[in-house]
């Protein structure tokens, strides 16, 4: 069965600083897709990357990019120039070709002024 | 607008009964998904739905029970079997796994309680 890690339940970055996440997971499956989602006080889920295990390219968005390491099962979140909304529960999740979709426990992100 | 509607918000269970939490989307997402999320728990899948009339178990599916009869709806029943039934529940779709983009997308959650 997937499972997907993630070792670090809190951390704290300095507004403006860059802070990186760490997710791991396992499968013994070559084709999936990965994602990092953030849930702020409001609970309500919001996709903040993704990437398809096919591509070797590490995806970015805007201040948000990943670090995935295929061999490693390592998909990391890099999260540049923090702002204080960027204060939120962070969860990796894992998606296989049966549509399955699992999470990691999450980190929750403080941004110190 | 589009997008996925749980109900009610807030529910409060009484011993030995069961209770029904609706998700309703109107996306026309082929998949759909229930999880239960505690403090320090993370996101635990409980049932999904790939398509109509079908479903599969989940991680923690004990006690819970599901329907798929229509596209739009992936109702949730809570039973009295489920002895910890306090936590909140969030339901997702998705296009399938054939769709470019496949990002979930979530309601905004019900709370539920045991009084």
């Known amino acids: 069965a997937q499972t997907v890690t993630q070792s670090q339940p809190e951390m704290s970055v300095q507004e403006a600083e860059t802070v990186t996440l760490s997710c791991t997971y396992d499968?013994?499956?070559?084709?999936?897709?990965l994602f990092w989602y953030k849930q702020p006080p409001s609970r309500q889920m919001i996709l903040v990357i993704r990437?398809?295990?096919?591509?070797?390219q590490n995806a970015t968005e805007n201040r948000f990019s990943v670090n995935f390491q295929k061999a490693a099962k390592s998909f990391s979140l890099k999260i540049s120039d923090s702002q204080l909304g960027d204060a939120a529960m962070y969860f990796c999740?894992?998606?296989?070709?049966?549509?399955?979709?699992?999470f990691g426990k999450g980190t929750r992100l403080h941004i110190l002024p | 607008d589009g997008g996925i509607t749980q109900s009610p918000k807030y529910l409060f269970r009484k011993e030995g009964q069961n209770v029904t939490l609706s998700c309703e989307q109107n996306?026309?997402?082929?998949?759909m998904y229930w999880y239960r999320q505690d403090p320090g728990q993370g996101l635990r899948l409980i049932y999904y739905?790939?398509?109509?009339?079908?479903?599969q178990k989940g991680d923690i599916a004990e006690g819970y029970s599901v329907s798929r009869e229509k596209k739009e709806s992936f109702p949730l029943t809570v039973t009295s079997a489920q002895k910890n039934p306090t936590a909140f529940y969030l339901c997702?779709?998705?296009?399938?796994?054939?769709?470019?983009?496949?990002?979930?997308?979530f309601g905004s959650g019900t709370q539920l309680s045991v009084l």
């Open positions: 999740a894992y998606r296989n070709r049966d549509d399955k979709i699992i």
């Open positions: 990437q398809e295990a096919y591509k070797q």
């Open positions: 996306l026309n997402h082929d998949a």
């Open positions: 739905s790939q398509i109509v009339n079908d479903f």
């Open positions: 499968t013994s499956e070559s084709d999936y897709y």
């Open positions: 997702a779709s998705s296009i399938d796994h054939s769709a470019e983009y496949e990002k979930l997308f």
